[in-house]
């Protein structure tokens, strides 16, 4: 009795007591239950900025900030950062990318695929409808009035989420300072890939510590493996198997904006295969610009045009498809570049460049969207709202309701 008495006072008193046992020492534990609930907070979330997120990928990184940060608190700022830096260092879609990133922290693999497909659905239904009308009816349906009311709450939620993320890219002189140059950079035309990875490299080697892995390798090796990808072979024939390639070579290579995209899509839609006139594409970029949810949803426009429903749906899956597979090989990597100092202050530095690169969006879209005293005032009424706690997405559908009414009334 006394040596069983003596080994179970061992067994409660050895190693550390559970007040300094950090609670990140355990395993989580997911029940069937808890996975149920955190795929359905997904969809939920998701379905609805895909269905209200207006104003392209900066506005859609704010809204998913305000959202998972600040709201429901999946993420701290810093992970949402890290995720944001991860997103523009692969090609394709950001604001999707981030939507699968962010899918994929909450609930696993089955996450991944729920928040990612969430976002896009509504987006792409929604375009596929206009491209319905556009065709049956020869034009598109009234939407100058509905960005002219977005566009104002936009820009007061991007700049609310700037200023929220702030914080975690001015931990030092040398990260504010590289983020400032970056806005600087791309407002004078360098390169966002550029930009980027010269911001990281930057960082790392102006905190440099001894570190076995090189600032960044793994990140500006996958960027550079997505761009070497090579071309499909040119086809002068609309098949739903061409369309499908097509897509995904350009969800596949493509890095930047909106215009890289049109690019892309006029060299060999245009010029090359003659599948669209010139005012079919400039029509669809409009489409994907000023409908909800990713801008990529372009291509669902044009797939329908060229192949109905199904080339619809052929197109959405092989421009959308190339993110689900880089957020899979480039998500597990971040934690490990955490973990390097070296590839620890890339990250930040490419992290400090992407946050200058929205307010450098902003900036634009600040131009462009307000353009009188109704719009003025239409910000300031939204950026009071949102630092007073409403949600920006009765803001967004606010102003779009309050855009088509003033059009409709002249």
Known sequence: MVTLRRRKRQVFTRGPSLATVRRDDFPRMTTPETSRSRLGELAGLFLKLGATAFGGPAAHLALMEEEVVRRRQWLTREEFLDLLGATNLIPGPNSTEMAIHIGHRRAGWAGWLVAGACFILPAALIVAGFAWAYQRYGGLPEV????????????????????????????????????????????????????????????????????????????????????????TAATSTASLGAIFWFFLKIGSVLFGSGYVLLAFLRA????????????????????????PGPVFTTATFIGYLLGGWTGAGAATLGIFLPAFFFVAISGPLIPRLRRSPSASAFLDGVNAASLALMAVVTAQLFGAGIVDGVTLSLAILSAVLIWRGINSTWLVLGGAIAGFLRVLWG
């Open 144 to 231: 100058a009035g509905i960005l002219y009311g977005v566009k104002p709450v936009i820009i007061a939620v991007v700049l609310r989420a700037l200023w929220s993320l702030r914080v975690a890219v001015t931990k030092n002189r040398w990260v504010a300072g590289m983020g400032l140059a970056a806005a600087l950079l791309n407002g004078a035309g360098v390169n966002e890939l550029i930009v980027l990875f010269a911001a990281g490299i930057v960082v790392a080697l102006a905190q440099r510590k001894p570190a076995s892995a090189s600032p960044g390798g793994a990140m500006p090796a996958l960027a550079l493996a997505a761009i070497a990808t090579p071309a």
């Open 268 to 291: 060999d839609l245009v010029e090359r295969w003659h599948w669209l006139t010139e005012a079919q594409l400039l029509d669809a970029v409009a489409i994907g610009q000023v409908t």
